[in-house]
């Protein structure tokens, strides 16, 4: 198994997390998106997109993090990253979404690129722009998560999910770009929670090979 990524992209911050719940090692190869990396011929060869990650298994190659947390979870299913009971299973869908479709691409490193070069954007608009929509997004997404039946560990119990493989980097980015997290306590509570799990500890942007 080979898995390319970047340090500091979210996406791949929510494979590694996968990756270190299911116990595999892959092979690791590194993509730059600072230094436009995933532009290279060679590299759009791999995936079109130009986008990180990417898994290769064996001869299958699969991009798109959220598909590949759900073909990891299908091949090895131990642990299992989604619930048994179906929903439960659509509320971690249901959070994971918020965050991959809603949040994140508010805010990726393609979407600052283009605010800082292209429209010119201050550092300080552009971090209020980030804030914006983090805020927006985890508001909604505290007050689902005020409404669970029982207080539990994880978004939707005492196990990680597909849901904390997503909210836990959405968090770290937030923190990068210093935005407030007074009004998510919930949020703030499952996080420093999944920290001190190794799964989610040692995937931290900050602690991986390529980092800056």
């Known amino acids: 198994m080979i898995v390319y990524d970047y340090y500091r992209s979210s996406a791949s911050y929510r494979l590694r997390i996968a990756l270190n719940l299911k116990g595999l090692k892959p092979e690791r190869r590194f993509v730059h998106l600072a230094k436009g990396e995933q532009r290279s011929a060679d590299y759009k060869a791999l995936n079109p997109q130009g986008f990180v990650p990417i898994l290769i298994d064996e001869d299958f190659s699969l991009s798109q993090s ?3 947390i759900e073909y990891l979870d299908e091949k090895y299913p131990e642990p299992p990253l989604l619930p048994k ?3 439960t299973r659509a509320l971690a ?3 994971a979404q918020i965050i991959a ?7 990726n490193a393609r ?3 283009y605010l800082s070069n ?7 608009a552009k971090t209020q722009w980030v804030c914006r929509w983090i805020h927006d ?6 007050m689902m998560l005020s409404k669970r039946a029982t207080h539990t560990k994880f978004c939707v119990g005492d196990a990680p999910s597909i849901a904390d493989i997503c909210l836990i980097p959405q968090v770290t980015n937030a923190m990068r770009f ?3 997290m007074d009004a998510f306590p919930i949020i703030s509570e499952i996080y420093q929670y999944a920290m001190t799990q190794p799964a989610f500890h040692d995937a931290q942007p900050r602690l991986q090979p390529d980092a800056e």
């Open 66 to 68: 959220m598909a590949m």
């Open 85 to 87: 009971n179906s929903e």
């Open 93 to 95: 869908r249901q959070i």
């Open 101 to 107: 479709c809603d949040i994140h691409p508010l805010n």
């Open 111 to 113: 979407i600052l690129t």
């Open 118 to 124: 292209d429209l010119k954007l201050s550092d300080a």
């Open 137 to 142: 997004g985890f508001a909604a997404l505290e």
């Open 178 to 180: 210093s935005c407030a």
